[in-house]
């Protein structure tokens, strides 16, 4: 089919799983930081900024690492069998 269709599978894949991990990473951080900046007269955007994105970093790039291997590995299959 051609390098941009493979591209596009492994892109939309990749973005799909991406975003499970990081909304399961999200789901498991502690609640004390966000109730604490509630606490203080934090709105919504300075919750997520102050206290779910910094504890979510880490989760982050774990994932996007985790899946840049997994695109590269999955590049390399896709070029040998003659996909692009």
């Not at 939309?12 to 606490?39: H, N, Q, T, W, Y």
């Not at 919504?44 to 206290?51: G, M």
Request: hydrophobic residues 50%.
């Amino acid at each position: 089919l051609g390098p941009i269709a493979g591209t596009c599978a492994l892109a939309i894949g990749s973005i799909g799983f991406l975003g499970k991990l990081v909304a399961d990473a999200v789901e498991e951080i502690d609640r004390g930081p966000a109730e604490a900046v509630r606490a203080v007269g934090g709105g919504w955007w300075k919750t997520l900024f102050a206290a779910v994105i910094p504890q979510a970093v880490p989760a982050l790039i774990g994932s996007g690492l985790y899946l840049l291997d997994v695109n590269i590995r999955t590049s390399t299959v896709l070029g040998i069998v003659g996909a692009g």
